[in-house]
C-alpha cells in the first residue's frame, strides 16, 4: 500500500508544482535567456550591489586568536564545496545506491531541469534520486562514497576560515543526510540543519517532510533565537546574503573564486582527515556531460571487458599482452626477473601490494609463467574467469600456513598480506604469515589506475570487480619487482615474522611513493560496509 499512495501524493505534486506554479517561471527564464544568447547574463546590480557590502571570505583574518572561540555558520553548497551545482553528488546517490536505471532516469531530467527554479529544481533531484530506496543504502553511500568527491571539491580559502573556529554549524537546503556523515566524520561539524525527507517504514518516498525545503535564515533564527553567531560565511546569492547577515561578522565566497583561482583548491596534504578509504563505482565526479559519455561508453565498454577477459585466458603470455595493448591495457614492467634457487625445495614467494583482484594475473602476465594465487574472498564468477590458479584461505593462521607451505614446495606463490584492496596512496599492516614461510621473499609493487570505473568494491557484487576495472577505456598497471629480501632481514636471517613484514611494507610504500599505516582489513569494512568484511558461504545440504 506504500507505493500508491506515494504516486498519488507524486501526481497531486506534479500538477500543481510542475504545471501550475511552475509555468509563468519557466516562460519568463525562456524569455530572459532566450535561444539566441550567447554570452552570460550578468548577476543583477542589486544582487552585485549586496555582496559589495560583505567582504570576501579572502579578506578574513584567519591568524586572530579570537576566532578559536567563535561560531561559524554555513552553508556546504556553494561554500564549502567549489562545484556550482549539486547535481553530480545527487547523481552519485543515484548510481551507487539506485542502479544505472535510475542514474538514466536523473541524467534525462537534465532536458528540463533548467528552465525550473532552485527550490523545484532540487525537488525533481530528490524525488528521483531517494524513491523507494533504503535508508541504511543511502546512508552508506553517504558515508562510504561521497566524502571522497566532497574533499576534492573543498574550497581553501572558506575552509581556512572554517578551521579556525571552534563551533561549527551548517545549515543547508541540500537533504540533511547525504552531507551528515560528510562533515561530522571529516570536517568535525558540531550540527547539521538541513532539509528533512518523507519515510515509509525504512525507506525514503522521495519527497519532503512537512516542514519543506530548508530555509536558512530562518533556521538560523530558529537555532540561535536572539543570540547571533560570530561569523557568517555565504554565497553571493540573495539567499545566502540574507543569512550571513544574521551574523556578527559576514564573509562572501564568490563563484568567480571558488572556479578559476588555483589558490581556492585544497591540495590533498591539507585534508581535514586524510583519506584512506571509499567505496563506489564510480571514479569521476559525473557532470551530465561526464555522465552522458558514460552513459554511451557503457555497452562497448561491457563488449571491450569480455574480449579482454577471454585474450587473457585463451591467448599465451606475449600475445595476450599484444593484444591487451591493441584494445587499450597498459601494462609497464619495471625491475628484473628473480632467478629461483636450485637447491632450494620450494618455490619463489611473491608479495605484493594489493590494488584489485587483477593483481596476481598482471604479475603472471608480466613475468610471462604461471603462478598461483592465494585469497580470503573470492567470487566463484572470478574463480572460473582467472587465467591463474587460485587457492582460498580460511583465516586459520595454522591452517592457512599449512596450505601456502604445500602450494610453494609446487611452485611461485602470490600473496597479498594487506589481506584487502586499498585505492588511495596508503598501505595497510601487512600480516606476517608470510615471513614465516619462506626465506626467498620478492617485494612486487603494484599500483592500478583506472578513469571511469573503479575495479573494488566493499558493498557491493564482488563478481563484477574484474569486469569494471576492464570496461575502462585505458586501465593501466604498473609492475615492479624490487629484488629478493636480503637474508639477513629473513626469518632465517633471525629476524621476526613481524619484522620482515613492517620491512617488506616499507620497502614497498617507499617504491610506489606510498604511505604505510597500521589500518586492517577489519578497519576497512567496518568503516565502509558496516561489517568485518567476512565472507560466508551458504550452504546446502
Given at each position: 500500500?506504500?507505493?500508491?499512495?506515494?504516486?498519488?501524493?507524486?501526481?497531486?505534486?506534479?500538477?500543481?508544482?510542475?504545471?501550475?506554479?511552475?509555468?509563468?517561471?519557466?516562460?519568463?527564464?525562456?524569455?530572459?535567456?532566450?535561444?539566441?544568447?550567447?554570452?552570460?547574463?550578468?548577476?543583477?546590480?542589486?544582487?552585485?550591489?549586496?555582496?559589495?557590502?560583505?567582504?570576501?571570505?579572502?579578506?578574513?583574518?584567519?591568524?586572530?586568536?579570537?576566532?578559536?572561540?567563535?561560531?561559524?555558520?554555513?552553508?556546504?553548497?556553494?561554500?564549502?564545496?567549489?562545484?556550482?551545482?549539486?547535481?553530480?553528488?545527487?547523481?552519485?546517490?543515484?548510481?551507487?545506491?539506485?542502479?544505472?536505471?535510475r542514474a538514466f532516469l536523473l541524467l534525462l531530467s537534465c532536458s528540463f531541469l533548467w528552465v525550473l527554479d532552485?527550490?523545484?529544481?532540487?525537488?525533481?533531484?530528490?524525488f528521483i534520486s531517494f524513491c523507494g530506496l533504503r535508508m541504511k543504502d543511502i546512508e552508506s553511500v553517504g558515508r562510504a562514497v561521497l566524502p571522497k568527491f566532497y574533499l576534492e571539491n573543498l574550497n581553501l580559502q572558506a575552509y581556512e576560515v572554517w578551521s579556525k573556529t571552534s563551533s561549527r554549524v551548517v545549515f543547508t537546503s541540500i537533504p540533511r543526510v547525504m552531507v551528515e556523515g560528510f562533515l561530522k566524520e571529516y570536517m568535525a561539524v558540531d550540527d547539521v540543519v538541513g532539509t528533512e525527507l518523507h519515510t515509509v517504514g525504512?525507506?525514503?518516498?522521495?519527497?519532503?517532510?512537512?516542514?519543506?525545503?530548508?530555509?536558512?535564515?530562518?533556521?538560523?533564527?530558529?537555532?540561535?533565537?536572539?543570540?547571533?553567531?560570530?561569523?557568517?560565511?555565504?554565497s553571493s546569492s540573495l539567499h545566502d546574503l540574507h543569512f550571513i547577515s544574521l551574523c556578527k561578522e559576514a564573509y562572501v565566497v564568490h563563484k568567480e573564486d571558488g572556479r578559476n583561482n588555483q589558490s581556492c583548491?585544497?591540495?590533498?596534504?591539507?585534508?581535514?582527515?586524510?583519506?584512506?578509504?571509499h567505496d563506489g563505482r564510480l571514479a569521476f565526479l559525473p557532470t551530465p556531460f561526464a555522465t552522458l559519455c558514460m552513459s554511451l561508453w557503457l555497452p562497448f565498454g561491457i563488449v571491450l571487458a569480455i574480449f579482454r577477459i577471454?585474450?587473457?585466458?585463451?591467448l599465451p603470455y606475449r600475445l595476450a599482452i599484444f593484444w591487451g595493448s591493441?584494445?587499450?591495457?597498459?601494462?609497464?614492467?619495471?625491475?628484473?626477473?628473480?632467478?629461483?634457487?636450485?637447491?632450494?625445495?620450494?618455490?619463489v614467494l611473491y608479495v605484493c601490494t594489493h590494488r584489485t583482484l587483477l593483481d596476481p594475473v598482471f604479475l603472471s602476465t608480466a613475468l610471462c609463467k604461471p603462478l598461483t594465487a592465494v585469497t580470503y574472498s573470492l567470487s566463484k564468477m572470478s574463480e572460473i574467469i582467472a587465467p591463474i590458479k587460485t587457492v582460498r584461505l580460511t583465516r586459520d593462521r595454522k591452517q592457512d600456513g599449512e596450505t601456502m607451505k604445500k602450494l610453494l614446495s609446487e611452485g611461485?606463490?602470490?600473496?597479498?598480506?594487506?589481506?584487502?584492496?586499498?585505492?588511495?596512496?596508503?598501505?595497510?599492516r601487512f600480516s606476517s604469515l608470510f615471513a614465516e614461510l619462506a626465506d626467498e621473499i620478492v617485494p612486487v609493487a603494484m599500483n592500478a589506475h583506472v578513469s571511469m570505473f573503479y575495479g573494488t568494491t566493499a558493498s557491493g557484487l564482488k563478481w563484477l570487480d574484474p569486469i569494471f576495472f576492464l570496461m575502462n577505456p585505458r586501465p593501466s598497471y604498473h609492475v615492479q619487482i624490487l629484488g629478493k629480501v636480503p637474508p639477513e632481514f629473513t626469518?632465517?636471517?633471525?629476524?621476526?615474522?613481524?619484522?620482515?613484514?613492517?620491512?617488506?611494507?616499507?620497502?614497498?610504500?617507499?617504491?610506489?611513493?606510498?604511505?604505510?599505516?597500521?589500518?586492517?582489513?577489519?578497519?576497512?569494512?567496518?568503516?565502509?560496509?558496516?561489517n568485518e568484511g567476512i565472507v560466508r558461504e551458504n550452504k546446502r545440504n
Amino acid at each position: 500500500m506504500v507505493f500508491p499512495v506515494v504516486f498519488l501524493k507524486l501526481a497531486d505534486w506534479v500538477l500543481y508544482q510542475l504545471l501550475a506554479n511552475s509555468c509563468y517561471r519557466a516562460a519568463r527564464k525562456v524569455r530572459n535567456y532566450g535561444f539566441f544568447l550567447r554570452n552570460q547574463i550578468p548577476r543583477s546590480s542589486s544582487q552585485q550591489q549586496a555582496a559589495s557590502l560583505f567582504p570576501s571570505a579572502s579578506h578574513c583574518d584567519v591568524g586572530n586568536n579570537i576566532r578559536s572561540s567563535q561560531t561559524l555558520v554555513c552553508d556546504i553548497h556553494g561554500v564549502l564545496l567549489r562545484a556550482k551545482t549539486f547535481f553530480p553528488y545527487f547523481m552519485l546517490l543515484a548510481f551507487e545506491a539506485g542502479g544505472i536505471l535510475r542514474a538514466f532516469l536523473l541524467l534525462l531530467s537534465c532536458s528540463f531541469l533548467w528552465v525550473l527554479d532552485y527550490e523545484l529544481k532540487l525537488r525533481v533531484m530528490i524525488f528521483i534520486s531517494f524513491c523507494g530506496l533504503r535508508m541504511k543504502d543511502i546512508e552508506s553511500v553517504g558515508r562510504a562514497v561521497l566524502p571522497k568527491f566532497y574533499l576534492e571539491n573543498l574550497n581553501l580559502q572558506a575552509y581556512e576560515v572554517w578551521s579556525k573556529t571552534s563551533s561549527r554549524v551548517v545549515f543547508t537546503s541540500i537533504p540533511r543526510v547525504m552531507v551528515e556523515g560528510f562533515l561530522k566524520e571529516y570536517m568535525a561539524v558540531d550540527d547539521v540543519v538541513g532539509t528533512e525527507l518523507h519515510t515509509v517504514g525504512n525507506r525514503f518516498t522521495g519527497l519532503l517532510s512537512s516542514s519543506g525545503l530548508l530555509v536558512k535564515h530562518k533556521a538560523l533564527k530558529a537555532y540561535f533565537g536572539d543570540k547571533k553567531p560570530d561569523v557568517g560565511l555565504g554565497s553571493s546569492s540573495l539567499h545566502d546574503l540574507h543569512f550571513i547577515s544574521l551574523c556578527k561578522e559576514a564573509y562572501v565566497v564568490h563563484k568567480e573564486d571558488g572556479r578559476n583561482n588555483q589558490s581556492c583548491l585544497m591540495p590533498r596534504d591539507k585534508y581535514p582527515k586524510p583519506l584512506i578509504f571509499h567505496d563506489g563505482r564510480l571514479a569521476f565526479l559525473p557532470t551530465p556531460f561526464a555522465t552522458l559519455c558514460m552513459s554511451l561508453w557503457l555497452p562497448f565498454g561491457i563488449v571491450l571487458a569480455i574480449f579482454r577477459i577471454l585474450v587473457g585466458i585463451c591467448l599465451p603470455y606475449r600475445l595476450a599482452i599484444f593484444w591487451g595493448s591493441l584494445s587499450g591495457v597498459q601494462l609497464t614492467f619495471q625491475g628484473c626477473f628473480p632467478s629461483s634457487n636450485s637447491e632450494q625445495k620450494k618455490g619463489v614467494l611473491y608479495v605484493c601490494t594489493h590494488r584489485t583482484l587483477l593483481d596476481p594475473v598482471f604479475l603472471s602476465t608480466a613475468l610471462c609463467k604461471p603462478l598461483t594465487a592465494v585469497t580470503y574472498s573470492l567470487s566463484k564468477m572470478s574463480e572460473i574467469i582467472a587465467p591463474i590458479k587460485t587457492v582460498r584461505l580460511t583465516r586459520d593462521r595454522k591452517q592457512d600456513g599449512e596450505t601456502m607451505k604445500k602450494l610453494l614446495s609446487e611452485g611461485d606463490l602470490v600473496v597479498c598480506p594487506e589481506g584487502t584492496t586499498c585505492r588511495e596512496p596508503y598501505l595497510l599492516r601487512f600480516s606476517s604469515l608470510f615471513a614465516e614461510l619462506a626465506d626467498e621473499i620478492v617485494p612486487v609493487a603494484m599500483n592500478a589506475h583506472v578513469s571511469m570505473f573503479y575495479g573494488t568494491t566493499a558493498s557491493g557484487l564482488k563478481w563484477l570487480d574484474p569486469i569494471f576495472f576492464l570496461m575502462n577505456p585505458r586501465p593501466s598497471y604498473h609492475v615492479q619487482i624490487l629484488g629478493k629480501v636480503p637474508p639477513e632481514f629473513t626469518c632465517a636471517g633471525g629476524r621476526s615474522s613481524f619484522e620482515v613484514a613492517n620491512y617488506i611494507q616499507r620497502k614497498l610504500a617507499d617504491a610506489l611513493g606510498f604511505e604505510c599505516t597500521t589500518f586492517t582489513r577489519r578497519d576497512k569494512y567496518l568503516m565502509l560496509a558496516g561489517n568485518e568484511g567476512i565472507v560466508r558461504e551458504n550452504k546446502r545440504n
